[in-house]
């Protein structure tokens, strides 16, 4: 069985494919570090019918950050292009198994998508047994994906300020620990290294084992080993929004739904000199 209620397997989608009831997502995105372009594996080899998501692409460019949300009208606009509508069954999975997916996953779920799932063990776990792909740019098709921002599953700088000076609620940050020590540099020029004082670290590595994701007993584990207080409302947060939210579909694996996730997460708050930093432990 599937670690998460978000989660499907590759048998149920492969018995699925080509139902006009089902939308199915590329939603690859990786790390400059990593030197893969995703949209160029999207169009070396895919899943058949899947359309490619570009989170750079459908995003606020104006806002100086990278793949921050964009407004609803425009996201509806551009995935209705693309031939998703909001009444779908959307399936989305990356090219590492379980790394941007869940970046794509909340975006919809945030836009008003009911029915979103993320294929469990992704793309790899897809070519692993040998079922069918295809290549090249998807045929042209439209729908209409009617978009309405749930702002409150969204929170911004002003929105932790507040939570923690009132320690209301636990900030956790996916980034690799010595990143949130700040003993290693952030990869983004002008980003300071540390975190946001009273912040709680849980790397997604912790919880993401072989491109899928770890039980649920495993990641109440990590949560307790990383000090997080589970009683709190929980924001997630990491270096600019994507691994973030792993940690909002590891969470409600365990039965620890969050209350937000902070889309400018590191980024914004590391390049804001107005904003404190915190390093160490």
Not at 73 to 85: H, P, Q
Not at 115 to 120: E, F, Q, S, T
Not at 158 to 179: F, H, M, P, T
């Amino acid at each position: 069985m599937a670690s998460s209620r978000f989660l499907v397997s590759t048998e149920w989608l492969a018995a699925r494919l080509g139902d006009p009831g089902l939308a199915v997502v590329d939603g690859s995105w990786h790390l400059p570090a990593a030197g893969r372009d995703g949209y160029r594996e999207y169009l070396a080899a895919h899943i058949p019918g899947a359309v490619f998501f570009d989170i750079d692409a459908i995003a606020d460019r104006s806002s100086g950050l990278p793949h921050m949300l964009p407004d609803a009208e425009t996201f509806g606009r551009v995935v209705g292009a693309m031939g998703i509508s909001d009444a779908q069954d959307i399936v989305v999975y990356d090219g590492t198994g379980l790394f941007s997916a869940p970046r794509v996953w909340w975006t919809f779920r945030v836009f008003g998508a009911r029915n979103v799932y993320i294929l469990d063990g992704g793309f790899p776990a897809w070519r692993a047994e040998g079922r069918p792909v295809e290549s090249g740019p998807p045929a042209a098709k439209t729908a209409v994906f009617h978009a309405a921002l749930d702002a409150a599953q969204v929170k911004t700088a002003a929105d932790i300020q507040s939570l923690l000076a009132k320690g209301s609620a636990e900030i956790v940050d996916a980034r690799a620990a010595d990143r949130f020590r700040g003993e290693a540099p952030e990869p983004r020029p002008g980003v300071r290294a540390g975190h946001m004082p009273g912040s709680k670290n849980l790397p997604f590595t912790e919880i993401v084992e072989d491109g899928r994701l770890a039980s649920a007993a495993r990641i109440l584990e990590a949560m307790d080993a990383a000090g997080i207080d589970r009683t709190k409302p929980l924001i997630t947060s990491c270096g600019s929004g994507v691994s973030a939210a792993i940690l909002a579909l590891a969470f409600d694996a365990a039965g620890q739904p969050v209350e937000g996730l902070y889309d400018g997460s590191w980024t914004e708050w590391g390049s804001r000199h107005d904003l404190p930093v915190a390093t160490g432990e």
